[in-house]
């Protein structure tokens, strides 16, 4: 691995189901960062954490939980999908959180 | 509240220069960056200013005016594959990024 990885690539998903996004990096960077980008708009903060243990909200954190339980994962987890979470999620990881941030293919997620 | 200003949609001709300007308010100002991203693809990192001035990286030059709010990002000797979309992004005194909505760049032979 070289650089940050998620997973799905893509998901279709029933209104209502339980989501969990991937996101590992291998660069030992201590801040992460979940963004979501919609068609129009710039790319939103819904979480972020500046170090294993921390969290904390972004501007868009209704609907979405996280964890950091290691420097290297930062899951995202959609607790009852709705159609307004149909998105492109991007994970993004920085050396510390005043660092440019680096960010991961995304996530093509639809809610129907 | 906050705010990121660019233009939607530009459009030159490949081996031309252009420039994409982008204005910001914010609740402090901790430096601006800018990134690249193809339709379908993650955004790259493009530049970081912080302070006033011209900063060049090869083919692409960023400017930063703090006292005007303003930046640009100039990108010389056009290729068709700098089509894509730039993104204007500053870090407010949260230390979080304040993202405008892009510019989507149109090269054309």
């Known amino acids: 691995i070289a650089g940050i990885t998620q997973a799905p690539t893509s998901q279709i998903l029933a209104a209502g189901r339980r989501m969990t996004l991937r996101c590992t990096q291998d660069m030992r960077h201590n801040a992460m960062y979940w963004y979501r980008q919609d068609l129009g708009l710039g790319l939103r903060l819904i979480h972020y954490?500046?170090?294993?243990?921390?969290?904390g909200k972004g501007e868009v954190p209704d609907g979405y939980s996280v964890s950091r339980a290691n420097t290297d994962d930062f899951p995202l987890t959609l607790a009852s999908a709705v159609p307004s979470q149909t998105s492109v999620y991007f994970c993004a990881s920085s050396a510390a959180y005043q660092e440019t941030q680096y960010f991961g293919p995304g996530t093509r997620l639809l809610v129907l | 509240g906050q705010n990121i200003d660019q233009p939607t949609e530009m459009t030159a001709t490949e081996g031309a220069i252009v420039q994409i300007n982008c204005t910001y308010q914010?609740?402090?100002?901790?430096?601006l960056f800018w990134y690249q991203q193809h339709a379908g693809e993650a955004p790259t990192f493009l530049s970081y200013?912080?302070l006033d001035g011209l900063e060049e990286k090869g083919r692409f030059s960023s400017f930063l005016s703090r006292s005007k709010g303003y930046s640009y990002l100039l990108l010389k000797e056009l290729q068709m594959k700098d089509s894509a979309s730039y993104l204007c992004?500053?870090?407010?005194?949260?230390?979080?990024?304040?993202w405008g909505a892009g510019t989507k760049l149109i090269i054309k032979p």
């Open positions: 914010t609740s402090g100002f901790n430096g």
């Open positions: 992004a500053v870090m407010d005194s949260n230390y979080q990024l304040i």
């Open positions: 954490s500046n170090t294993a243990g921390t969290t």
């Open positions: 200013n912080v």
